[in-house]
């Protein structure tokens, strides 16, 4: 009865999601000297289960990953990746990649430090919803690409959490992060696009985190992408983000401000879950097909 336990990958071995497997002295549980990915698998139209985007997501690690000192193997965790989802049954799930330094060493030199990697699967999302989104513009700043770069290493996440505590705090539901010359950079963990009549663009920002969710609306919309001050951003006909969690999520108030429309983010998000679901069928390429039922 209730639900099975699930699974995740773990150094070559599936095993108890909730099995304690890392000590105490991890390395990445002191300085954040890890880093993962956030991919979805969706329930496709001909009844299977595809992964989208995988490779690209797989990239980013290993970029993330060399940075660090570690090893990624982009087959073995892609493998890894399918395995598990095979393994937990799920057709849908959230996949989060973790790949970090281990024990051997208390320093910051990574080179004595055992390295690891696990997949594990979420059948649920935590990603922005409700009935109007409520952005607020952060106190804090962005983490500077030339101090930490925009990639998914652990320990840089610090900086969105602060953000989304105070935004929470305030009675956002999600942070907007804007850098010391009044340009929008991102959210928390999205991308921000804008609409003006016809116009949409993609807000460009060397701090922000270039999003496959992002470059996947680009190229479905030809959106333009360019730098964007918030005083821009504040008097846009209509507002979204988009994340591999939050697809594409309409903005309904920024600060004080409320957006007239969503309309077209609206059709833009029917227009992503028809290509994550195989719907619209001229984008296949971009699912990896997970081998379920
Ligand atoms: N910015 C940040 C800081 C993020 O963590 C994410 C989520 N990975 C995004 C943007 C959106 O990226 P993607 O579309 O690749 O999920």
């Not at 570690?70 to 990649?97: E, G, H, K, M």
């Not at 030809?222 to 309409?250: H, I, K, N, W």
């Amino acid at each position: 009865a209730g639900n099975p336990v699930l699974q995740l990958w773990f150094d070559g071995e599936l095993v108890r999601a909730d099995a304690p497997l890392a000590p105490l002295t991890t390395h990445a549980l002191h300085y954040g000297s890890g880093v993962f990915e956030g991919i979805r698998s969706y329930q496709t139209v001909d009844g299977g289960s595809a992964v989208f985007r995988l490779p690209e997501h797989m990239e980013r690690m290993r970029k993330g990953c060399e940075l660090l000192g570690i090893d990624f193997d982009v087959r073995q965790a892609t493998a890894a990746t399918l395995q598990v989802l095979r393994a937990n049954r799920q057709s849908a799930a959230y996949i989060r990649p973790l790949a970090w330094c281990g024990t051997g060493s208390i320093g910051l030199d990574v080179a004595p430090l055992s390295k690891h990697l696990m997949v594990a699967t979420f059948g649920t999302v935590v990603h922005l919803s409700g009935s109007a989104v409520k952005l607020g513009v952060s106190s804090w700043r962005r983490n500077p690409a030339t101090s930490l770069p925009p990639l998914k290493l652990c320990g840089a996440y610090v900086n969105s959490i602060l953000a989304k505590h105070e935004a929470k705090t305030r009675g956002f539901d999600e942070a907007l992060f804007v850098d010391e010359a009044g340009m929008v950079v991102e959210c928390t963990g999205a991308n921000v696009f804008m609409l003006n009549g016809d116009k949409l663009t993609a807000v460009e920002h060397a701090d922000a985190l270039p999003g496959i969710t992002r470059d996947t609306v680009i190229a479905l919309t030809g959106a333009e992408s360019r730098a964007v001050p918030l005083a821009e951003l504040m008097q846009a006909d209509e507002v979204f983000v988009c994340g591999t969690a939050a697809e594409v999520t309409p903005i309904n108030i920024l600060n004080e401000h409320r957006f007239a429309y969503d309309k077209r983010g609206r059709e833009i998000a029917q227009l992503y879950r028809d290509v994550v679901s195989g719907a619209d069928s001229s984008h296949r390429a971009w699912l990896t097909d997970v081998g379920l039922p």
